[in-house]
């Protein structure tokens, strides 16, 4: 019976392992592909000066604690409203549902949108949208925010990886892009040492 134990272990060890290696290889594929978009003068934010000067985004090292698993309740008959822009406009969203996760033993909860243009296109019908801001923001992070995109689950779970978390275009070219403010109940009282740092040198 010890035997069997042990033997339980280990393999539950290996899996963990595994599933761990596989965590970090998407952070990093996340990365390299975040860099070489914005490296891409079509894709990118970026102009002129910035774009010929950048060479990759800095990031926090990678962390598996702001790798989270969070409970999801769906809201119920959303009501569609507008949410304010940076550019002073808005944009058409509802709310999915709200995640509540753990963190370093405290407990944390943040809305989850789906933006009404985007889900009407197939590839982004099963599109969210997670804005949020921590206290890493008008330090190591843009001062506006940062933002995670997620995917429906198939269940009443959802895995909020904040070092897939980035910031939006306008904190690189304030002129040509319009992003969606942070709503102030998705603000963190903490701080998320995860994802795309930010080097103010962008000038906006």
């Not at 290996?14 to 990365?31: D, R, V």
Request: proline content about 6%.
């Amino acid at each position: 019976m010890k035997k069997l134990s042990f033997l339980f272990i280990i393999f539950s060890l290996f899996l963990n392992a595994q599933s761990e290696k596989e965590n970090i290889s998407a952070i990093k594929k996340f990365q390299n592909e975040l860099n070489t978009e914005y490296l891409n003068p079509k894709e990118s934010p970026l102009r002129g000066d910035n774009l010929k000067n950048f060479k990759q985004h800095p990031f926090f090292p990678i962390n598996l604690k702001y790798r989270v698993e969070a409970k999801l309740t769906k809201v119920k008959n959303p009501v569609p409203f507008e949410l304010p822009t940076s550019s002073g406009h808005f944009q058409k969203y509802q709310e999915y549902g709200i995640a509540e996760f753990e963190l370093d033993g405290k407990k944390y909860a943040l809305t989850i949108y789906q933006n009404l243009r985007l889900i009407e296109m197939e590839k982004y019908k099963d599109h969210l949208f997670l804005p949020f801001r921590d206290e890493t923001n008008g330090k190591e992070t843009y001062g506006g925010g940062k933002y995670m995109d997620l995917r429906i689950p198939k269940g009443d779970e959802i895995v909020l990886d904040f070092n897939q978390s980035y910031q939006p275009f306008c904190a690189y070219n304030a002129f040509d892009y319009n992003c969606p403010i942070v709503p102030e109940k998705n603000k963190l009282p903490v701080r998320i040492e995860a994802g795309v740092m930010y080097e103010d040198v962008y000038h906006h």
